[in-house]
């Protein structure tokens, strides 16, 4: 049954996160904001949206280990499993924006998790509170550095500037029931899941939980790869493991207190994701600059696989 808890789980995480994604920015129309703003932060915070609401309930029914988990294997996800599937289909052009200011800002908040984790084991209210603070500081540079370049705008439909206002709140109320029953029915899949298979709810919640709220960014990029359209940029994926960090874990642990209780949390997975996230600068530069080309995703798809491998052999 456990399963059966996971698959539903996920599928309404999915779909509470796509109602919420297109009644947010068309609640945001109705408000006068800019396109800008609204792709820069209001898309970004909807789509993170599943993340915090499997963490938020993982927390406050003391799975600390899901919510954890959660996060570090959704950003080992983004990048070994849609980062390296994408770019294994379609190259990748890098632009400068990706090591000026969303790498360096990704990896300093891994780095900055990682004390913060190893210092009490445990993320307090205002460890959190600091996280939130940074991403505030970096959606202002981010949207004033971005204010002549279109691409977040791209990501705005233009037709939900037409929604009415029912139909905004019928989606929001789809969004926010899908969500809620998503998490929950997830977390409570994965704790079962666990339970029977023998292992530690962090190898499920790091490897399973983590990849099926990586499966709207899978399946996007994909498309997008397949048609030859731009496919979903580095810079997305970069910004999307930012939101974890900073938003989903700052606001979980502001709410609860995210305690460590499995030691592997902090002598293996984090390290995976700082790995991830550091071999992306020499694939960018060596050999072929400013391009992820179809062996370096390879390279990056083929040692996700071991991880995965890695961490259900253990």
Avoid: H
């Amino acid at each position: 049954m456990s399963i059966v808890w996971v698959i539903l789980g996920l599928l309404l995480l999915v779909v509470g996160g796509e109602f919420l994604v297109r009644s947010s920015v068309a609640l945001s129309f109705k408000l006068k904001i800019s396109k800008l703003v609204i792709g820069m932060t209001v898309v970004s915070f909807a789509t993170s949206a599943p993340e915090l609401l499997v963490s938020l309930q993982a927390a406050l029914d003391g799975a600390p280990d899901i919510a954890l988990g959660n996060v570090i294997g959704s950003n080992i996800a983004n990048i070994g499993l849609v980062l390296g599937i994408t770019a294994m289909i379609s190259p990748l052009v890098i632009d400068k924006g990706f090591y000026k200011l969303n790498w360096p800002v990704m990896m300093l908040l891994s780095v900055v998790l990682y004390f913060f984790l190893k210092s009490g084991l445990v993320l307090d209210f205002w460890e959190g509170a600091a996280l939130m603070t940074s991403l505030v500081v970096f959606l202002v540079v981010l949207i004033r550095n971005s204010a002549k370049d279109d691409s977040a705008v791209d990501e705005v439909d233009d037709s939900l500037q037409q929604t009415s206002n029912f139909k905004i709140f019928i989606w929001l109320l789809i969004g926010g029931a899908s969500l809620y029953f998503g998490s929950e029915w997830l977390v409570r899949g994965a704790i079962e899941m666990a339970t029977s298979l023998g292992v530690s709810e962090r190898v499920i919640s790091v490897t399973m939980v983590a990849i099926g709220t990586s499966v709207p960014e899978l399946a996007a990029s994909v498309i997008a790869a397949l048609k030859k359209e731009k496919a979903i940029s580095l810079g997305n994926l970069i910004g999307s493991n930012i939101f974890n960090i900073a938003c989903v874990l700052g606001i979980t642990s502001m709410i609860q207190p995210i305690m460590v209780n499995n030691a592997m949390i902090l002598t293996n997975d984090i390290f995976w994701m700082l790995g991830f996230s550091g071999i992306l600068i020499p694939l960018v530069f060596l050999p072929k600059r400013f391009e992820l080309g179809r062996l370096k995703g390879a390279i990056i798809f083929i040692s996700y696989v071991v991880f995965i491998f890695s961490t259900f052999s253990e």
